[in-house]
Nanobody
């Protein structure tokens, strides 16, 4: 059983920065591919960034160059450092973890609100 808990969201001005954190329970965090997704009302949930167990990263076109995903396996935590934030970044941000062990397992956090506004 794995639980994911996001934190670090809040209100920030355009051009500002935030760092989101996702703390995971469980014994096998290091083998998960971890991702950040975001969702606004009426839209589907979309990928923001991911980091694999081997450290490979990927980003959505709208965020690459402004956002950085990283992980600390000793702390069972994945981070999303966000800079140069825009109003269109406003969304609920969700942490996701998945791994394969004969079948695919997937876990979601409850989300944290990010609001970019003057």
């Amino acid at each position: 059983q794995v639980q994911l808990v996001e934190s670090g969201g809040g209100l920030v001005q355009p051009g500002g920065s935030l760092r989101l954190s996702c703390a995971a329970s469980g014994r096998t965090f290091s083998i998960y591919t971890m991702g950040w997704y975001r969702q606004v009302p009426g839209d589907q949930r979309g990928l923001v960034a991911f980091v694999s167990s081997g450290g490979s990263t990927g980003y959505a076109d709208s965020t690459e160059g402004r956002f950085t995903i990283s992980r600390d396996n000793d702390k069972n935590t994945v981070y999303l450092q966000m800079s140069s934030l825009k109003p269109e970044d406003t969304a609920v941000y969700y942490c996701n973890g998945r791994y394969y062990n004969g079948t695919w397992y997937e876990y979601w956090g409850q989300g944290t609100q990010v609001t970019v506004s003057s």
